[in-house]
T-cell receptor
């Protein structure tokens, strides 16, 4: 069975640019969550979507937005990139309780 | 707001020894997760603990949950080098949004 997939794997952007990260959940999972993991820290919750509805938002600025599509895949968008946005962005899908994490997208902002 | 504290944050130990990682959290929750992360990699689910007194074991790792004390432990028995990784506990906020709060992680280095 395919796990959670994310694209791209790595990305380098410059300050002020915009980025879109993509996630495909495990087949049958309707919930997708996004986390940011800065080097040396635990992941921090950004968003959760269920059946295309935003169910939760973490303490991130409005530059961060997301959406979920009818096939339950999801996009995370970040506008006006800052150096501090450099991190590993993790997507997780869930059937009920356990969240299964994808391989992540490593974003570097120069 | 829910806070999750792990200790120790760094642990260097020799193969064959036993040790315990502690995870304390600040508000009521009945769901706690342990994840493993290798350098540059994503998170691998180790254990899901869903009730007070839950104990789960896989190989040399055993996790337990005491919801009354708001404490979980991850015990390592007779450590081997392959267990070197960062271990995170994460606690479910029990809200509608599936939000889980992670600890800072315990970086475990096992010396051969």
């Amino acid at each position: 069975d395919a796990g959670v997939t994310q694209s791209p794997t790595h990305l380098i952007k410059t300050r002020g640019q915009h980025v879109t990260l993509r996630c495909s959940p495990i087949s049958g999972h309707k919930s997708v969550s996004w986390y940011q993991q800065v080097l040396g820290q635990g992941p921090q919750f950004i968003f959760q979507y269920y059946e295309k509805e935003e169910r939760g938002r973490g303490n991130f600025p409005d530059r961060f937005s997301a959406r979920q599509f009818p096939n339950y895949s999801s996009e995370l968008n970040v506008n006006a990139l800052l150096l501090g946005d450099s991190a590993l962005y993790l997507c997780a899908s869930s059937p009920h309780t356990t969240q299964y994490f994808g391989p992540g997208t490593r974003l570097t902002v120069l | 707001e829910l806070k999750v504290e792990q200790n120790p944050l760094f642990l260097s130990m020799q193969e064959g020894k036993n040790y315990t990682i502690y995870c304390n959290y600040s508000t009521t929750s009945d769901r706690l997760y342990w994840y493993r992360q290798d350098p540059g990699k994503s998170l691998e689910s180790l254990f899901v603990l869903l009730s007070n007194g839950a104990v789960k074991q896989e190989g040399r790792l055993m996790a337990s949950l005491d919801t009354k004390a708001r404490l979980s432990t991850l015990h390592i028995t007779a450590a081997v080098h392959d267990l070197s990784a960062t271990y995170f506990c994460a606690v479910d906020t029990m809200n509608r949004d599936d939000k889980i709060i992670f600890g800072k992680g315990t970086r475990l280095h096992i010396l051969p």
